[in-house]
């Protein structure tokens, strides 16, 4: 579609289903490149040996407390995105806005659990543990790719099992 061409589809107007899926997976996308660029980043200046050496104890509390965070910070971006799509639960369908929003939230909190340990790197000049907390949370966000299925799809009720979908 051309950009002087009018919008006659409703799915394409900002809010509809089109344009949020477009959207997400620019999202998505954006978010899956941000750490392989810091990562490459935080290399470099390594290679160019810039860096004090961390101690093993500010490894370690640095670890623990990512860990930490992926063990607290993850279930609750899983919660608030189910409170913003209940209506997926109840058999119906979600507001695109409300499924670009709860989707982001995962997303940003799983990019939060990759970006901060690869900066640890940089800090702490040392790349494992560090890492772990970021691949852990990268093989998580590579499951999480948007399907769109909540603002599609009507379900039926979690109760019923025959026909409850649960979504991704």
């Known amino acids: 579609m051309s950009s002087h061409e009018p919008l006659t589809n409703a799915e394409d107007l900002p809010g509809g289903r089109q ?19 810091i990562l490459a980043g935080v290399i470099k200046s390594r290679s160019n040996g810039g860096l004090h050496q961390g101690t093993t104890q ?35 369908v979600v507001a695109p806005r409300k499924y670009f929003l709860g989707m982001l939230t995962v997303w940003l909190a799983l990019e939060v659990g990759m970006i901060i340990p690869i900066l640890r790197c940089d800090v702490t000049a040392s790349y494992l543990p560090s890492l772990l907390p970021a691949i852990l949370a990268f093989m998580f966000y590579l499951t999480l790719w948007p399907t769109g299925t909540m603002m ?13 979908r649960q979504s991704r």
């Open 58 to 92: 500010t490894v370690d509390r640095w670890f623990v407390l990512m860990m930490a965070y992926l063990v607290v910070g993850i279930p609750a971006a899983l919660f608030y995105r189910r409170h913003l799509c209940i209506a997926y639960a109840l058999g119906k």
């Open 19 to 37: 344009f949020t899926m477009r959207a997400a997976w620019w999202a998505y996308v954006i978010l899956l490149i941000l750490p392989f660029a």
């Open 152 to 164: 599609i799809r009507r379900v039926g009720a979690v109760a019923d099992s025959a026909i409850f």
